[in-house]
């Protein structure tokens, strides 16, 4: 079994930063790659970011040049750094670890951006 264990969201004001971090634990098994999506209230959940086990990413135009992920492959863990957050980045974030035939999600940090 795998587990996802998110922290760094909160409140912050528009303009602020924020760092998430995603640490996974258990049996892990070639990971495809882990990343990033969001759910803000009434919304479906959307992609943010991903990181590939090699390191190379991917990220949501909404979000393209004021978040960067990045992973520590030694700890399992995965970050995304937010600058310049807006009103709309406000929702609850999930990491997703995704392997050769299983995906996993962690139980989600809120992050919330105020005027």
């Known amino acids: 079994q795998v587990q996802l264990a998110e922290s760094g969201g909160g409140l912050v004001q528009a303009g602020g930063s924020l760092r998430l971090s995603c640490a996974a634990s258990g049996s892990i098994f070639s990971i495809g790659y882990m990343g990033w999506y969001r759910q803000a209230p009434g919304k479906q959940r959307e992609f943010v970011a991903t990181?590939?086990?090699?390191?190379?990413?991917n990220y949501a135009g909404s979000v393209k040049g004021r978040v960067t992920i990045s992973r520590d492959n030694a700890k399992n863990t995965i970050y995304l750094q937010m600058n310049s957050l807006k009103l709309e980045d406000t929702a609850v974030y999930y990491c997703k670890l995704v392997t050769i035939g299983n995906s996993y999600w962690g139980q989600g940090t809120q992050v919330t951006v105020s005027s």
């Open positions: 990181i590939t086990s090699g390191g190379s990413t």
